[in-house]
């Protein structure tokens, strides 16, 4: 071996000592050595991952503790049976079936998957595409897609493996397996060419019960918002005498109508079955159209990452809710040139109003949302205060009977998926005294708090679970 440095005063044994402990070093810091028989390929980054968790517990093949298995079904033995086809698998590993009548059409290969086995997307398990059918649990059929393996049941425990399988290492080693640009997947021989940790089957066990014992705490209090959502809806509508029935079923009159002039925003034939099928049997109703001051849709922006200014959208309006994280930076100079009546004040909404399943979405500003800019996807609403207290407003617009109008009103506009300023104005609502608007906004406000507490520790509860099992299972 050439000597690292070489001292024409040191003695030969002193040099030697230098040279192997500045060589040790150097191996310590730079050099990764791996066995041989772990050896499948010239590929740094997935050496480097095995490397990584070869520091942790017992590690073994996937290949050495799972059993591809391929079992064709016909489409007939499906129907005979009541099986279904797959549709999807989430990032939650939740699974979704098509309905039995797709059977009959579908086109291409079909394998039937077994109680107490595992299968994987191909393209989604980096992203949690994972799912373990449990013991007695009637079979279903895949495509091809859909890798299927059985395993021993007296050693491994299903659900341990798909928390395996789902964790954040597991998905780092998995990216290193992608083969394909457009379409990327994670092959069946790449799979089963990961090592995991298998630790006992008592110790997997455990830690299957600790995992579900807290998930089951954070869903007993997502259930709890539920209830408390369902209690505000509730209140809401019996304070303000709307039936809920009315909003399940159309209602239309027929004959001759009348309608205030002060209710009218346009001409149309609409407005009669609104008040018919939103009628409050305590209060009159009245349309956005008599109590607004300013309405303005939102601008189209000029991004720029070097600016200091931001812009909201659609992302950032939740229901009652801001999140500026998914904001965008815009240009300053074109910021500063837009006309301050367009920023946000207090008492402000912001109403979604683009896209399936975001449209009519809306927030309440309060006084530290004042000065922001959004995007043309969002209307802003500003009302006559001296009329409608906005929080009161916000909450009723949220609920069924604000969402129920606006899908009433998209589908009076040729279907389309998008809520304009003049639509917007057609909505009706029942507005009691303003006293009554301030106290029915102030309950439902103490009930939020109660929903905003429940949300975040049922948050807190799946990161611990989760935190806490990677932690015993990796490290």
Known sequence: MQAFVSYQDLSPRALYNFNQFSYNMVKQKFLRTLPF??????????????LNTLKTKRLSFLRDILSLYKVKVSKYLLIQNDWRIISKI???????????????????????????????????????????????KPPF??????????????????EYLTLVFRSSQFKKLLKTKISGSSRARV??????????PLLPLEEQNRLVQNYNTKKVLAKKQAQQVKQIEQEIEYYLFNQLGIEKEILEESKTQKGLQFVHSKHISCWTCQMPNLIAKYNSNKFCLTSIFSV??????????????????????????????????HSRIVNDKWSN???????????????????????????????EREGLLYDSCIILLRLDQTKVNPQFFSYLFNSKYGQNQIEDLKS?????????????????????????????ANHILELRVQIHELNEQAKHNREKAIIELENQIWY
């Open 90 to 136: 989430n990032n939650d590993g939740e699974l979704f079936l098509r309905d039995q009548k797709q059977i009959s059409t579908y086109k291409g290969y079909l394998n039937k998957v077994p109680s107490n086995s595992i299968i994987y997307s191909k393209m989604g398990v980096i992203y949690g595409g994972v799912y373990y059918h449990g013991a007695n």
């Open 412 to 440: 009076g506009s040729t279907r389309q998926t998008s809520l304009s300023v003049t639509n917007l104005q057609k909505i009706m609502f029942p507005l009691p005294p303003k006293e009554m608007q301030n106290e029915i």
């Open 337 to 367: 040139n837009i006309d301050k009546k367009f920023f946000t004040q207090e008492g402000d909404i912001l109403i979604n109003s683009l896209g399936e399943g975001t449209i009519g979405r809306s927030t309440f500003l309060a006084k």
């Open 141 to 158: 059929a895949v495509s091809l897609e859909y890798p299927i393996f059985t395993f021993d049941t007296k050693n491994i425990n299903g």
């Open 187 to 196: 092959k069946v021989d790449e799979f089963l060419n990961i090592q995991i």
């Open 37 to 50: 028989s772990q050896f499948c390929s010239w590929d740094v980054a997935k050496h480097l991952n095995i």
């Open 292 to 325: 607004v001051l300013s309405v303005f849709k939102g601008k189209t922006p000029e991004y720029d990452k070097d600016g200091k200014s931001i812009i909201l959208n659609q992302k950032c309006n939740r229901w009652n809710s801001l999140e500026l994280e």
